[in-house]
């Protein structure tokens, strides 16, 4: 499994200048929902490791990075102050984010943005 000091500095690796401002976490808290969450109140991306979504061990990593990417994605629109939340600007933004993981030797399918 991916550290989380790694997966900070995977996703700082992908943002733009004046994009980062970021932190990562992990939390052994269970959530049913969510695999991961951003607060734009302290721009903390949170992972629950706990999460049903997360057992699946041969692409585990991928799915950390994955739902982590997505949360970034809300991140970098928020500091954009573009908020709306799932609009066609945040897919963008997602697609944006995860061709930049492409080129730094990274592949995701479909299923690990979650």
Do not use: C, W
């Not at 939390?27 to 607060?39: E, F, H, I, L, P």
């Not at 979504?53 to 949360?71: C, D, M, Q, Y």
């Not at 970034?72 to 984010?97: C, D, M, N, Y």
């Amino acid at each position: 499994m991916i550290t989380v000091k790694k997966l900070q500095k995977l996703l700082e690796s992908i943002v733009l200048r004046g994009e980062g401002g970021f932190t990562t976490e992990y939390s052994n808290n269970r959530s049913k929902t969510n695999v991961a969450r951003y607060d734009p109140s302290t721009a903390m991306i949170r992972m629950f490791l706990k999460n049903r979504k997360l057992r699946r061990k041969k692409r585990r990593s991928l799915l950390i990075i994955g739902a982590a990417v997505h949360e970034l994605a809300h991140h970098v629109l928020f500091v954009r102050r573009k908020p709306p939340v799932h609009s066609p600007l945040f897919f963008f933004t997602l697609g944006e984010l995860v061709e930049r993981l492409r080129r730094r030797g990274i592949t995701l399918q479909s299923g690990d943005v979650l």
